[in-house]
């Protein structure tokens, strides 16, 4: 059976990598990407050949549409197709929205949003040529309630589960699924901010005592790559507990 193709957007480090492992595991041809750290996606690259998989890794920014026209003529040069995507590019930024420069709000938007409409845009047609798809977006609990200090990442959070919703619905008669993983408190490099006593303050208020690990978001996003066709249009909290 030919294998299948998934693309990992900001799979250098942390949960991407975790998920285009994951994928390589399953016998996944892997599409890797993300913007400057090409050593670190090389590295990458080189771990999921060990897994007998083919692994295409791009240099560029997916907030960019020619980047991403790019990226997927690639894609259709190298493979024909595309099964699976996962919007995984993301920044974040703490600090008072008052404080915040009008640069840094589109950079957010750009990274966090941009990305995800460029990245769908060029997959549905692919999909749609196949009869199936699916797509998959990394989200976060403060999409959902919002988090003080966070307001502008809180935003954009939104509106990458409000567009899961929507493209779920748009896409549901041509056998594409299309679900949202919001994401907790996840310990990686993004994270690693927090001094000893912040990270305790914290991991006190998850029920489930301690923050979550790439590999856990892996094995979800996995699940919704290759699980069963009736689920769609979900942003599922992966928290323990939290919110």
């Keep these: 059976m030919k294998k299948k193709v998934v693309l990992v957007t900001g799979a250098s480090r942390g949960i991407g990598k975790a998920i285009a492992v994951r994928f390589a595991k399953e016998g996944y ?34 907030g960019n549409m020619a980047d991403c026209e790019k990226l997927f003529g690639q894609i259709r040069e190298r493979y024909g197709t595309l099964d699976v995507l996962v919007n995984n590019a993301g920044i974040d930024y703490i600090g008072l929205l008052q404080e915040m420069e009008s640069a840094d709000w589109e950079r957010l938007i750009h990274t966090n949003l941009t990305s995800v409409f460029n990245c769908c845009r060029l997959a549905i047609p692919m999909m ?103 689920l769609t249009g979900q942003v599922i909290r992966l928290d323990g507990g939290w919110i």
């Design 29 to 62: 041809h892997v599409v890797i990407n993300c913007v400057r750290r090409e050593q670190e996606l090389l590295s990458v690259q080189s771990e999921i050949g060990s897994y007998r998989v083919s692994c295409m890794t791009f240099l560029g920014d997916v």
């Design 128 to 230: 749609l040529t196949q009869g199936a798809g699916r797509i998959i977006n990394i989200s976060s609990v403060w999409g959902s309630v919002g988090a003080s200090c966070e307001v502008a990442y809180s935003a954009t959070k939104g509106g990458v589960n409000a567009f899961t919703r929507a493209l779920a619905k748009e896409l549901a008669p041509g056998n594409i699924q299309v679900n949202a993983v919001a994401c907790g408190a996840i310990d990686t490099e993004m994270n690693r901010w927090m001094d000893d006593e912040e990270r305790i303050r914290l991991t006190d208020e998850i029920p489930a005592g301690r923050m979550g690990t790439a590999e856990e978001v892996a094995e979800l996003v996995c699940h919704l790559g290759t699980g069963g066709s009736y």
